[in-house]
């Protein structure tokens, strides 16, 4: 069993950068592939992103790729997604979620956070 908690939304300006944190409980975590999503409303859920527990980082979603970066810290039992040069599509609640394997489906990932809101203004 997996939790997780985000955390650093808000509200920025087109062009600014933010940071999010996803903190996750369970011994395990460290062997659980987490991904970063998004849900911008009337919209379905996209994937964003993805890293493997040792690191690997999976290919970005071609609207965040140079822009966003994934990492985690396995110590730390936490993933982070930077956010850089952001656009008002950027515009979203940002979920992170933990699975067995690397996908870009929602539907295949176990554990998922609450969310958090991010706002990019213009």
């Known amino acids: 069993q997996v939790q997780l908690v985000e955390s650093g939304g808000g509200l920025e300006q087109a062009g600014g950068s933010l940071r999010l944190s996803c903190a996750a409980s369970?011994?395990?975590?460290?062997?659980?592939?987490m991904g970063w999503f998004r849900q911008a409303p009337g919209k379905a859920r996209e994937f964003v992103a993805a890293?493997?527990?040792?690191?690997?980082?999976?290919p970005y979603a071609d609207s965040v790729k140079g822009r966003f970066t994934i990492s985690r810290d396995n110590a730390k039992m936490a993933v982070y997604l930077q956010m850089n040069s952001l656009k008002p599509e950027d515009t979203a609640v940002y979920y992170c979620?933990?699975?067995?394997?690397?996908?870009?489906?929602?539907?295949?990932?176990?554990?998922w956070g609450q969310g958090t809101q991010i706002t990019v203004s213009s």
């Open positions: 979620a933990a699975g067995d394997f690397a996908t870009t489906a929602s539907s295949r990932y176990k554990y």
């Open positions: 369970g011994r395990t975590f460290r062997w659980y592939y």
């Open positions: 890293i493997s527990g040792s690191g690997v980082i999976e």
